[in-house]
């Protein structure tokens, strides 16, 4: 649910095999929504959608590795779950 909601706003992903969490990419996302970084992207959508998510450069030797990454984690109970998927499709919308 949660991988279809990122894919289905414009994230690019690889389906996570068996984790908790998934790093997507904003990339496609950027230029449209004028975020030059993943904490800015981070930001924007904790601002926008009321979505947490960590920078992707928390996750790499070299920071600009992770500045179009973002985590998420969904080790969330169903109706949290849902009411995110909610607010990203609703956030995309408007994007």
């Given at each position: 649910l949660f991988?279809?909601?990122l894919e289905d706003a414009g994230f690019?992903?690889?389906r996570p095999q068996?984790?908790?969490?998934?790093?997507a990419d904003?990339?496609?996302l950027a230029e449209r929504l004028g975020v030059a970084d993943?904490?800015?992207m981070c930001e924007t959508l904790?601002?926008?959608a009321g979505v947490g998510s960590i920078p992707g450069r928390a996750f790499f030797q070299h920071?600009?590795?992770?500045?179009?990454?973002l985590r998420f984690c969904y080790a969330k109970e169903f109706p949290v779950l849902e009411e995110a998927c909610q607010r990203l499709?609703?956030?995309?919308s408007r994007a």
């Open positions: 991988c279809d909601t690019l992903l690889d068996g984790a908790y969490y998934v790093l904003f990339s496609p993943d904490w800015e904790i601002r926008d920071p600009e590795d992770g500045r179009h990454l499709a609703t956030f995309a």
